[in-house]
């Protein structure tokens, strides 16, 4: 069986432009957690969906990310305009059940805003 | 506020030796405990978990042991090999938010 499927895998921009990042969840999955890494602060929750419907976004940074799920195969994560602090590793997860059932990971996206 | 720590930022181990390493958590409300190991340039990968109401799981070649009275949580890996090599990630939850929330992570090096 496929895993979380992530795209792109790597990106690299201009602070002031519009990033996307996709997701594409492990059939028959229900929950999805779009998390980021940093050096500085770690693996952080950013928002978590549960039948497409967004249940926690408190990790959202600020008014610049926004993420949708228009269907149980499908999430982006999107920011607008992108800064340099921005620049981490972006984790999609998806999981069968709530936020503690065990959640697969992609492979992330790797962030660069220059 | 709830936080999830490590003892030790790197750890050392021979092949063949076990491996423990060890994590606390601030959050006696927390009920749920996973494991997970990265390796470079890839997403975490889920070792094992375990619940509140128990206090040992085992899995293949690891076991983890869950104490609340100190809140504290270990992985042990039994006849570590090379490929064990990895950033481990413990992480707590509970059931009122349900997010997991990640400690920052013990690097464990593995000398042939």
């Known amino acids: 069986d496929a895993g979380v499927i992530q795209s792109p895998r790597h990106e690299v921009t201009e602070m002031g432009q519009e990033v996307t990042l996709r997701c594409k969840p492990i059939?028959?999955?229900?929950?999805l957690f779009w998390y980021r890494q940093t050096m500085m602060r770690g693996l952080e929750l950013l928002i978590y969906?549960?039948?497409?419907?967004?249940?926690?976004d408190s990790g959202m940074p600020e008014d610049r990310f926004s993420a949708k799920m228009p269907n149980a195969s499908f999430s982006t994560l999107k920011i607008q305009p992108s800064e340099p602090r921005d620049s981490a590793v972006y984790f999609c997860?998806?999981?069968?059940?709530?936020?503690?059932?065990?959640?697969?990971f992609g492979p992330g996206t790797r962030l660069l805003v220059l | 506020g709830e936080s999830v720590g490590l003892h030790l930022p790197t750890l050392s181990v021979q092949e063949g030796d076990n491996s423990i390493i060890n994590c606390a958590y601030s959050?006696?409300?927390?009920?749920?405990f996973i494991w997970y190991k990265q390796e470079s340039g890839k997403g975490p990968q889920f070792i094992i978990d375990?619940?509140?109401?128990?206090d040992k799981r085992q899995g293949q070649r690891v076991t983890v042991l869950l104490n609340k009275t100190v809140k504290h949580l270990s992985l042990q890996i039994a006849a570590t090999q090379p490929g064990d090599s990895a950033v481990y990630f413990c992480?707590?939850?509970?059931?009122?938010?349900?997010?997991?929330?990640f400690g920052q992570g013990t690097t464990l090096q593995v000398k042939p």
């Open positions: 997860a998806s999981a069968w059940g709530g936020a503690q059932e065990t959640q697969y």
């Open positions: 059939s028959g999955h229900n929950s």
């Open positions: 969906f549960n039948n497409n419907v967004p249940i926690d």
């Open positions: 959050n006696s409300a927390s009920d749920y």
């Open positions: 375990i619940r509140s109401n128990m």
């Open positions: 992480a707590e939850s509970n059931g009122d938010t349900g997010k997991l929330i």
